[in-house]
C-alpha cells in the first residue's frame, strides 16, 4: 500500500506543480468546445513565433549554465558588491537596463539564473530579488520601442521614429523606476553579504560550451529581431543534439507547453463576441478611459493580446502603450514575463508574493504614472 501511496502522492505534487499548465488547458478545451473555431485561428492565437523563440532562449541559457559561466559571473559580482541593498539593487539597474535592448524575456533569462547561483554561495534573499527583476524588466522595457512585444507592435503600427516613441515613453518609464528603485532600498536588508564558503565555486567548467552558447544567445536574438525565430530555434536544437544533448535534456520543455496553452487560451478569451461587444460600447478617444481600459484588459489577459485588441479602437499609439506596460504589473498574468521569472525562479510561495507586492505597485504607480504622461506629454 505504500508505493501507490508514494506515487499518488509524487503526482499531486507535479500536478500541482503545474497548475497554470492544467488551468490555461482546461481554458483552452473549455472554450474551444464552446466556441468552436477554425485552425487558422488557432494557429494565430499559438504565436509561434514567440513560442520559437522562447525555445532558442531556453537551449541557449541552458548551455550557459551548464558551462559554469553563471557561477563564474555570480562570484564575480558579489566580489564587487558591499551589502545585500546594494547588490540587489545594482541587479535591478542591471535587469531594467537589459531589458530595453535585449527584450524584456531574454534579460530574465540571464538574470534570474544569476540571482539564483549568487543566492546559492550568499545570503541574498533569492524570491525577493526575483519578484523585483520581474518588475525590473516591466519597468526598464517600456521606454524602448524594442523592449517588449507590445512596444514593438505599437511603434510598428504608428511608424513614429524611434527617438519620438523613446521620448514619449520617457515619463511613465522614469515614474516606473523610480518607485521601483525606492522600494529596493526599502525592501531589501541592509547587512552585509554573508559567502558561503564551501558553495563558492567561480570555475568555468567548460568553455566551448560556454563560447557557443554566448554566440547561440546572441545569435538568436538577432534572428529573433529579424522575424527568423523559427530559423534560429531548429539550429539551435541539432547543434546541441549533436554537441550537447545533455544540456537538452535539462531544459523546462514545460514551460514552452505552458506558454502554448496560455496563447491559445487568452487568445480565444480576448476574441469572444462577448469581449468584443463590451468594448464597443466604450469610448477610447478618451485619455482615462483607454488608461484603464488598457491597465484592466492588461489584467485579464495580458498586456500583449490586449494591445492586439485594442490596437485599432485606439486613436493614440502612445497612450495605449503607456496604459498596456503599466497594466504589465498587478497580477501576474499582466505580462508573461512576470510567469516566465516565477516559473524560471521554482520559489516556494513565489507567486503569492509577488502579488503582495506587485499589486499594490500597481495601485501606486498607475494614477502617479497619468500624472506624468499627461503632464508631460
Not at 550557459?64 to 559580482?77: C, E, F, M, T, Y
Not at 489584467?299 to 485606439?314: C, D, G, K, M, Y
Not at 503607456?322 to 510567469?339: E, T
Request: with cysteine.
Amino acid at each position: 500500500m505504500r508505493e501507490p501511496t508514494r506515487a499518488g502522492a509524487e503526482w499531486r505534487a507535479k500536478l500541482q506543480a503545474e497548475w497554470l499548465l492544467l488551468l490555461f488547458a482546461t481554458l483552452t478545451i473549455a472554450l474551444a468546445v464552446f466556441d468552436p473555431r477554425p485552425l487558422t485561428d488557432y494557429q494565430h492565437w499559438l504565436q509561434v513565433p514567440t513560442l520559437a523563440g522562447l525555445t532558442g532562449l531556453l537551449i541557449a541559457i541552458q548551455g550557459i549554465r551548464d558551462s559554469g559561466l553563471v557561477q563564474h559571473a555570480a562570484v564575480a559580482v558579489v566580489a564587487r558588491a558591499h551589502s545585500l541593498r546594494s547588490l540587489g539593487l545594482l541587479l535591478v539597474s542591471a535587469t531594467a537596463l537589459l531589458s530595453m535592448v535585449l527584450t524584456n524575456d531574454v534579460s530574465l533569462f540571464l538574470a534570474v539564473p544569476l540571482t539564483l547561483t549568487i543566492g546559492g554561495i550568499s545570503n541574498l534573499p533569492v524570491l525577493r530579488m526575483v519578484v523585483l527583476e520581474a518588475l525590473a524588466v516591466n519597468a526598464g522595457s517600456t521606454l524602448s520601442p524594442i523592449g517588449n512585444p507590445q512596444n514593438l507592435l505599437l511603434w510598428q503600427h504608428s511608424q513614429l521614429p524611434f527617438l519620438h516613441f523613446t521620448l514619449a515613453m520617457l515619463p511613465a518609464a522614469a515614474v516606473m523606476f523610480a518607485l521601483l528603485a525606492a522600494f529596493t532600498l526599502l525592501w531589501l536588508p541592509r547587512e552585509r553579504i554573508e559567502l558561503i564558503p564551501e558553495r563558492l565555486d567561480g570555475q568555468v567548467t567548460s568553455g566551448w560550451l560556454g563560447a557557443c552558447s554566448m554566440a547561440a544567445l546572441a545569435g538568436m536574438v538577432v534572428l529573433m529581431e529579424y522575424h527568423h525565430a523559427a530559423l534560429g530555434a531548429a539550429l539551435l536544437l541539432a547543434m546541441f543534439a549533436l554537441l550537447a544533448r545533455s544540456s537538452l535534456a535539462r531544459i523546462d520543455w514545460l514551460l514552452l507547453l505552458t506558454f502554448a496553452a496560455i496563447f491559445l487560451g487568452l487568445g480565444h478569451a480576448a476574441g469572444l463576441p462577448l469581449v468584443r461587444h463590451a468594448l464597443d460600447r466604450l469610448d477610447f478617444s478618451q485619455p482615462l478611459t483607454l488608461y484603464a481600459g488598457g491597465i484592466l484588459a492588461s489584467q485579464l489577459i495580458s498586456n500583449v493580446p490586449s494591445t492586439v485588441l485594442l490596437l485599432e479602437r485606439a486613436p493614440d499609439a502612445i497612450a495605449l502603450a503607456v496604459a498596456v506596460n503599466v497594466g504589465g504589473f498587478g497580477l501576474a498574468s499582466g505580462s508573461l514575463a512576470n510567469l516566465i521569472a516565477l516559473r524560471l525562479a521554482k520559489q516556494p510561495q513565489g507567486l503569492r508574493l509577488f502579488h503582495l507586492v506587485s499589486i499594490p505597485f500597481l495601485l501606486v504607480c498607475a494614477p502617479l504614472v497619468y500624472l506624468a504622461w499627461r503632464g508631460l506629454g
